[in-house]
């Protein structure tokens, strides 16, 4: 059976990098994009993609809130973070939203070919020398693995209130009553352990912040 891989880089050469790297396995179809909404529409396109290599700088990607909307809306695709920062304390946030992998630009070859045939097996790859550097952050921690639990349109609305939207303006971008609004920050609130919007807010930016 083959493996679909969705390659989600602005920067053709990078892609045109990776797609030689891969060409060694077996049994692999690739698939491009070169801004997040690209990378949306092939998922919601395609059905048969099995992993993605999102770059977390790629245009309309903010931060780390692509991982965790695709996480969201489709859970059965694997995502694994492709940059040029190598900070353990983003590799520690990709992993605790449902990153299952995060792989350095410089990373040679041999370590693409290996990080994907980790994942394929279930599981998680990560380069040695970050491996070995944790930042002990357990609070983000408990708070990344709290937001995997909201749906979808929680998300959205979560980013629309650290955004600084009100109920109103929510309903309105969104198509749907003020009521129904009220609902979701009441759940979100509720899951993520927090006492009001403007603190989701303030924790959901830091969450997603990769400077």
Same mark, same amino acid.
């Given at each position: 059976?083959?493996?679909?891989?969705?390659? @989600?880089?602005?920067?053709?050469?990078?892609?045109?990098?990776?797609?030689?790297?891969?060409?060694?396995?077996?049994?692999?179809?690739?698939?491009?994009?070169?801004?997040?909404?690209?990378?949306?529409?092939?998922?919601?396109?395609?059905?048969?993609?099995?992993?993605?290599?999102?770059?977390?700088?790629?245009?309309?990607?903010?931060?780390?809130?692509?991982?965790?909307?695709?996480?969201?809306?489709?859970?059965?695709?694997?995502?694994?973070?492709?940059?040029?920062?190598?900070?353990?304390?983003?590799?520690?946030?990709?992993?605790?939203?449902?990153?299952?992998?995060?792989?350095?630009?410089? @990373?040679?070859?041999?370590?693409?070919?290996?990080?994907?045939?980790?994942?394929?097996?279930?599981?998680?790859?990560?380069? @040695?020398?970050?491996?070995?550097?944790?930042?002990?952050?357990?609070?983000?921690?408990?708070?990344?693995?709290?937001?995997?639990?909201? /749906?979808?349109?929680?998300?959205?609305?979560?980013?629309?209130?650290?955004?600084?939207?009100?109920?109103?303006?929510?309903?309105?971008?969104?198509?749907?009553?003020?009521?129904?609004?009220?609902?979701?920050?009441?759940?979100?609130?509720?899951?993520?352990?927090?006492?009001?919007? /403007?603190?989701?807010?303030? @924790?959901?930016?830091?969450?997603?912040?990769?400077?």
């Amino acid at each position: 059976m083959s493996v679909k891989i969705l390659i @989600a880089d602005d920067h053709p050469l990078f892609r045109a990098a990776m797609s030689h790297a891969l060409q060694s396995m077996q049994n692999l179809e690739l698939a491009e994009a070169s801004t997040y909404p690209d990378t949306l529409a092939v998922l919601q396109q395609d059905n048969t993609i099995d992993i993605v290599f999102l770059d977390l700088t790629m245009p309309g990607n903010d931060g780390l809130h692509g991982l965790t909307e695709i996480h969201a809306l489709y859970p059965d695709v694997l995502v694994v973070i492709v940059t040029a920062q190598e900070n353990p304390l983003i590799v520690e946030k990709a992993l605790a939203l449902g990153a299952s992998g995060f792989i350095p630009k410089s @990373a040679s070859v041999d370590c693409i070919v290996d990080a994907v045939n980790k994942v394929l097996d279930g599981e998680t790859w990560v380069p @040695a020398h970050i491996q070995n550097s944790p930042s002990g952050d357990t609070t983000s921690e408990d708070f990344n693995a709290r937001l995997r639990q909201l /749906t979808p349109h929680q998300l959205k609305v979560l980013r629309m209130v650290a955004d600084g939207l009100l109920n109103k303006q929510i309903a309105y971008e969104l198509a749907i009553s003020e009521s129904t609004v009220k609902q979701h920050v009441s759940a979100v609130l509720k899951k993520l352990g927090v006492i009001n919007r /403007t603190k989701a807010g303030i @924790a959901f930016k830091h969450a997603m912040h990769v400077d």
